[in-house]
């Protein structure tokens, strides 16, 4: 397999305060990632970093063995969806329709190759029949679902994700768990904030546990025992517990 993300002595601070701490890792192609650890962890922090989001204190990140900005284009990002402005005025097939923008040449607009690509991707997800609707008037679960078909639109090598599954129905978790499962199996590289523990072995083939510094990366089997995750959550470990971790 070849290295898709290569992170090494990052360190991010907010108003002083350190956020992410020395984490360093390797990430092959084709795996499925989750990123874990309790409540102010830095699992977001650490997504908006890699992607210069937000600026980093220190540290090196490459994506496909290159600076992110120079493979920008091979990258695919769903943020949370308190970061998306749901009343802005645009179609479920025009929203979708902008992850085509990428790859397309210098003051180029999408046609009609990219409008069916786009309503291709659409029905990956199972949202043709909502393609008109402005993106306001869905469900959490179908909105999530469009913006993973904006970002399959892209074409992309490497996708993130913020925390894909709140507020979302089972049905559209499945669906989501499903692709994201697919693209690995396709060479692609996915890497999912994940809050929802009891889960996580079923989503995911490796996991990245944080709290500020990195706990523990690797396979789930390896990550997901007891006495490592108890170094991450620590007071919460006996609720943790009882949920069989």
């Given at each position: 397999?070849?290295?898709?993300?290569?992170?090494?002595?990052?360190?991010?601070?907010?108003?002083?305060?350190?956020?992410?701490?020395?984490?360093?890792?390797?990430?092959?192609?084709?795996?499925?990632?989750?990123?874990?650890?309790?409540?102010?962890?830095?699992?977001?922090?650490?997504?908006?970093?890699?992607?210069?989001?937000?600026?980093?204190?220190?540290?090196?990140?490459?994506?496909?063995?290159?600076?992110?900005?120079?493979?920008?284009?091979?990258?695919?990002y769903?943020?949370?969806?308190?970061?998306?402005?749901?009343?802005?005025?645009?179609?479920?097939?025009?929203?979708?329709?902008?992850?085509?923008?990428?790859?397309?040449?210098?003051?180029?607009?999408?046609?009609?190759?990219e409008?069916?690509?786009?309503?291709?991707?659409?029905?990956?997800v199972?949202?043709?029949?909502?393609?008109?609707?402005?993106?306001?008037?869905?469900?959490g679960?179908?909105?999530?679902?469009?913006?993973?078909?904006?970002?399959?639109?892209?074409?992309?090598?490497?996708?993130?994700?913020?925390?894909?599954?709140?507020?979302?129905?089972?049905?559209?978790?499945?669906?989501?768990?499903?692709?994201?499962?697919?693209?690995?199996?396709?060479?692609?590289?996915?890497?999912?904030?994940?809050?929802?523990?009891?889960?996580a072995?079923?989503?995911?083939?490796q996991?990245?546990?944080?709290?500020?510094?990195?706990?523990?990366?690797?396979?789930?089997?390896?990550?997901?025992?007891?006495?490592?995750?108890?170094?991450?959550?620590?007071?919460?470990?006996?609720?943790?517990?009882?949920?069989?971790?």
């Amino acid at each position: 397999m070849s290295n898709a993300i290569s992170i090494q002595d990052l360190h991010v601070s907010y108003y002083g305060n350190e956020a992410i701490k020395g984490v360093s890792l390797s990430i092959d192609a084709g795996n499925l990632v989750g990123i874990i650890g309790p409540n102010g962890a830095g699992k977001s922090t650490l997504i908006k970093s890699l992607l210069n989001l937000i600026p980093m204190d220190k540290g090196n990140v490459s994506i496909l063995g290159q600076k992110v900005k120079d493979v920008r284009k091979k990258i695919a990002y769903v943020p949370q969806r308190n970061d998306i402005d749901w009343d802005f005025p645009i179609t479920v097939l025009d929203a979708v329709l902008i992850g085509t923008y990428p790859n397309l040449k210098l003051f180029k607009r999408p046609g009609k190759k990219e409008k069916e690509w786009a309503y291709e991707c659409l029905q990956r997800v199972g949202m043709e029949e909502f393609s008109k609707r402005q993106i306001g008037e869905l469900s959490g679960g179908q909105q999530q679902r469009v913006f993973l078909a904006r970002a399959l639109a892209q074409k992309a090598e490497v996708f993130f994700l913020d925390e894909p599954f709140v507020g979302v129905d089972v049905a559209s978790e499945e669906t989501i768990v499903k692709i994201l499962k697919e693209l690995c199996g396709q060479g692609k590289t996915v890497m999912v904030v994940h809050h929802d523990l009891s889960k996580a072995t079923h989503y995911f083939n490796q996991l990245v546990l944080l709290n500020k510094e990195l706990i523990s990366y690797g396979s789930t089997t390896e990550v997901f025992q007891s006495n490592v995750i108890e170094k991450a959550y620590q007071g919460q470990f006996a609720f943790l517990t009882e949920m069989g971790v």
